[in-house]
C-alpha cells in the first residue's frame, strides 16, 4: 500500500469534489459533509467514468404505492446507465455486492492523501 497526497484540505469544499490521477488511475475524492471519500473513477458495469456523474438522493425501500427518497448528497449516479453507488460505502444501490473500488482517505496536517494498493 502506498500513500499519495492529492490535495490540500481547503481544495475540496463541503458538497465538492476533486478527481486525481494516482497509482495510474483516476480516483475521485469526495467531500460530504466534512468527511472524505475516495472512489476509484471506473463503474461496475460498463467502467464508464463514474466520478463524474451527478452526486443525488435515490429512492428508498418501501410499501406498495408509497414513495420514500433518502441519502440526498450520498449517491453518485453514473452518466452513462445511472447505475447507483453509495459514496460512503461504494456499494450500488441495487446490489450490494456490486460496487464501485474505495480506497481510505486521511487528512494529515492540511494534506488529503489517498492509500492505494500497489499492483
Not at 451527478?54 to 453518485?76: A, D, M, Q
Amino acid at each position: 500500500m502506498a500513500r499519495y497526497v492529492v490535495a490540500q484540505e481547503g481544495d475540496i469544499p463541503p458538497g465538492g469534489r476533486k478527481i486525481v490521477r494516482v497509482a495510474g488511475r483516476e480516483v475521485g475524492i469526495f467531500n460530504l459533509e466534512g468527511t472524505l471519500y475516495a472512489l476509484k473513477n471506473v463503474c461496475a458495469h460498463q467502467g464508464a467514468r463514474v466520478c463524474l456523474g451527478r452526486v443525488v438522493g435515490t429512492t428508498l425501500p418501501s410499501e406498495v404505492y408509497e414513495f420514500k427518497y433518502g441519502l440526498e448528497g450520498r449517491i453518485l449516479r453514473c452518466p452513462w446507465h445511472e447505475w447507483e453507488y453509495d459514496i460512503t460505502t461504494g456499494e450500488s444501490v441495487f446490489d450490494p455486492n456490486v460496487r464501485v473500488i474505495t480506497y481510505p482517505v486521511d487528512v494529515v496536517d492540511g494534506e488529503v492523501a489517498v492509500t492505494i494498493p500497489e499492483r
